[in-house]
């Protein structure tokens, strides 16, 4: 495969595609990919594997970290007693 560097980028532009990766839970590279076959209308070259099995691989959106923070903050505190 080949490889490009983008020089000079759009503030506003790599604002957009920092958030979009943020969003989808993709790296910056597999974002602007993403989004170059979808405009050029060309299939994805995925792995198919990792798709498949994407739910199990810990890719979690801010509100699913704060969910899973919340539910396991308790195992954070110690108890002084516990050491004595």
């Keep these: 495969m080949k490889s490009i560097t983008l020089h000079n980028m759009n503030n506003k532009l790599y604002q957009y595609l920092n958030k979009r990766a943020k969003e989808k839970g993709t790296s910056l590279n597999q974002t602007i990919k993403l989004i170059l076959e979808e405009h050029f209308g060309i ?4 792995n198919k594997k990792e798709e498949e099995f994407r739910e199990f691989l810990g890719v979690w959106n801010k509100r699913e970290l704060k969910e899973f923070q919340k539910r396991t903050d308790e195992f954070n505190k110690l108890n002084g007693d516990d050491w004595k």
Excluded: D, G, I
């Excluded at 299939?43 to 995925?46: E, G, L």
């Design 43 to 46: 299939s994805p070259q995925q």
